[in-house]
């Protein structure tokens, strides 16, 4: 159990950062805003094929940035937070949502020269936390990192001469079907990555054979050369969990409209963009598709990166389809094939180029089908694993929990190999104890501003289109007024899916406990001999609350050999001799002389009125219950 003191160097980090920030904030007015917004570009195609409308610069909403960046740092807090507090899932849900925000931002149009100053040293400290002190995720690298690595690569070449020098293909033992190259700038991106992008590169290979098992047999499957898996190295360094800028997701890297239009399902409960896969076989057809078009793999990967109308474009300014030849395509593509090669000679032969590679262990599970949403904790139970290996065999589960059967059809989960019988054997007995999944779910009011749509709202709350007009009964999805209030029905918690009365393993029966006055949930948990975060988890409440009131009905497990509780109870609230007292608060009372005069502990006269932990906030004319001794 960690104590306060662990505390002391996440807010002394937090005090840094915003000394380091202060000055900007200042200087830009900033004003905390509770709820952020998504801007939306002018004339961007939505994912429903309705069309945002067009906004001039001069129109964007002012204070955007400001919103953004404070969604950002709020986000940021609750992700350290988390992290500080050993909360894995909960410090990786935080941070994916920090990273998504974080290209709300860089997406905005026309950023001064001191807000672009006050985004890029927030990015930096939060990559520097997530690198340098995060304690409860694996010191790999941020969803960002090959994004931030790409501009710094970006910065590296742009001293690059004209002159490619001389370009010899290489003789590779026929290594697939794309044509390997060698020239000045191919070397020069090696030497890249052999000091400024050392480390990076060292974890990609690393992490390479385990997702190239996986990779290969795909694109083998689809008629398309092996060596592709290197693309997906150059888009993710093959991090499941990889953001862009530009909202692209996954070891492919694919955005919303691309990845549906090749069958990539994204929901409330998953995004098959992460999944390694599924990913790989929509990128295998797309890649295909653009080999068909234009009958040239260099072609076809640099329209993978920058998309086919600017490399059509670039075809017809220069009159020719060899890719060394299209000048006017981007820096980034035109470094993009080169990329590719360098990473692919590296791969083929790493300690010449000074690396020792550790190949992370191979990816191997089972599949079993789950007709029930369950949580990653409930699952990791039946599946005797921990949640965190759920996680990486399921990357595409965004609510840390299987989503409910669609059509009739059961969920297929991946879990660790050797573990089905484990999971077969105990699915029955735990999937028939536990309550349903739990969306822990508030209601926020929005306003309509000019320019935004259904998409940019479900955006900016990450909540699904159709919940909201679910919510808000809304038969035109397409159409809404300036100044129309909606209801956003926004999870609650960082983990949203929660899954009730988890038993703790087979062999335990189910008891109620009445919460009687003076009670605290710790002093329940420890008489009944639980933990404090199975009870918390059992009852639906959330990552570190203790709030419990007088006469609720808690959820406990216990071993089904024990006998009657009556002994527990009395242990707990024993309240015969006691009486309840009412006090009316009057002018210059606290809380604390409250408590003193009576008697009593503060904590206690908190939770006997339901106020929260360390809240004084009392007022003249209140009615406050309390608990004496008669007589």
């Known amino acids: 159990m960690k104590t306060a003191p662990k505390f002391a160097p996440f807010m002394g ?19 905390p805003v509770w709820l952020s917004a998504q801007d939306v570009p002018s004339e961007t195609i939505l994912g429903d094929g309705v069309v945002a409308l067009d906004l001039a610069a001069d129109e964007v909403d002012e204070s955007r940035f400001d919103e953004l960046m404070e969604e950002a740092r709020l986000i940021f807090v609750d992700a350290v937070v988390a992290d500080k507090s050993g909360d894995t899932l909960e410090a990786a849900y935080y941070f994916d949502l920090l990273f998504e925000a974080m290209a709300d931002v860089e997406q905005l149009p026309m950023l001064d ?52 020098g001389a370009i010899s293909e290489l003789e590779l033992n026929g290594e697939g079907h794309i044509p390997i190259v060698y020239n000045d700038r191919v070397a020069r991106i090696i030497q890249f990555f052999r000091t400024q992008g050392r480390r990076n590169m060292q974890v990609w ?36 969990r990889a953001y862009s800028w530009k909202h692209a997701v996954g070891p492919w890297q694919f955005i919303s409209s691309t990845g549906r239009r090749y069958g990539l399902k994204r929901d409330w409960w998953r995004d098959e963009r992460r999944d390694f896969e599924k990913s790989t076989l929509a990128a295998a057809r797309y890649l295909k598709d653009l080999y068909a078009e234009f009958g040239d793999w260099y072609l076809a990967m640099a329209a993978y990166n920058t998309g086919e109308a600017r490399v059509r474009r670039a075809i017809r300014v220069h009159q020719t389809t060899d890719f060394w030849k299209l000048y006017i395509l981007p820096r980034q ?86 573990h089905k019988e484990a999971f077969e054997r105990n699915y029955q007995p735990i999937a028939s104890q536990v309550g349903p999944v739990l969306a822990d779910v508030q209601i926020r009011r929005h306003r309509v501003r000019r320019g935004e749509s259904l ?60 919460v009687r006055p003076m009670d605290t949930l710790s002093e329940i948990a420890e008489a009944h001999n639980v933990g404090l975060s199975k009870i918390r988890r059992w009852n639906g409440l959330r990552p570190g609350s203790s709030y419990i009131r007088v006469g609720q009905k808690l959820v406990v497990w216990i071993p089904a050999s024990s006998g009657s509780t009556s002994s527990i109870q009395t242990r707990l609230a024993n309240i015969e001799g006691m009486e309840k007292y ?30 929260k932990t360390n809240s004084s906030h009392i007022r003249i004319g209140q009615r406050l219950v309390i608990w004496k001794q008669k007589g």
């Open 13 to 31: 980090y937090l005090a840094r950062l915003l000394n380091t920030l202060l000055p900007a904030l200042v200087v830009l007015g900033w004003i």
């Open 113 to 164: 020269e001191l807000q672009r100053l006050e985004f890029n040293r927030f990015l930096n400290a939060t990559i520097a936390f997530y690198e340098t002190d995060s304690q409860a995720l694996e010191k790999v690298e941020t969803s960002l990192t090959v994004s931030a690595l790409r501009d710094e690569l970006s910065r590296y070449t742009r001293a690059f001469p004209a002159d490619l």
């Open 205 to 240: 290979l690393n992490r390479l054979s385990r997702y190239r098992r996986i990779i290969e047999p795909i694109l083998e499957q689809e008629e398309v050369p092996e060596q592709l898996v290197f693309l997906a190295l150059v888009e993710s360094g093959l991090n499941p």
């Open 333 to 418: 593509t035109r470094n993009y094939i080169p990329n590719i090669m360098a990473t692919f000679l590296i791969g083929q032969d790493p300690e010449k180029y000074g690396f020792i590679v550790t190949p992370e262990p191979p990816l191997e599970w089972d599949e079993v089908p789950v007709d029930k949403s369950l949580t990653f904790e409930t699952l990791a139970q039946i599946a005797e694993c921990s949640p965190e290996t759920l996680g990486v065999f399921n990357p595409e589960l965004r609510q840390f929990a299987s989503p409910p059967p669609e059509d009739g059809k059961p969920y297929v989960l991946r879990i660790p190999k050797g």
């Open 455 to 514: 998409y940019s709202i479900s955006k900016r709350y990450g909540v699904p289109m159709r919940a909201i007009a679910r919510a808000n009964r809304l038969r035109n999805w397409h159409s809404l007024r300036i100044g129309q209030r909606l209801e956003i029905p926004v999870p609650a918690s960082g983990v949203a899916a929660r899954q009730l009365e988890v038993p703790s393993a087979p062999g335990m029966k189910k008891i109620y406990y009445t």
């Open 582 to 611: 009412t006090y009316t608060v009057r002018p210059g009372d606290t809380l604390s002389q409250i408590a003193e005069a009576h008697g009593v502990g503060l904590s206690k006269l908190r939770q006997w009125n339901g106020l």
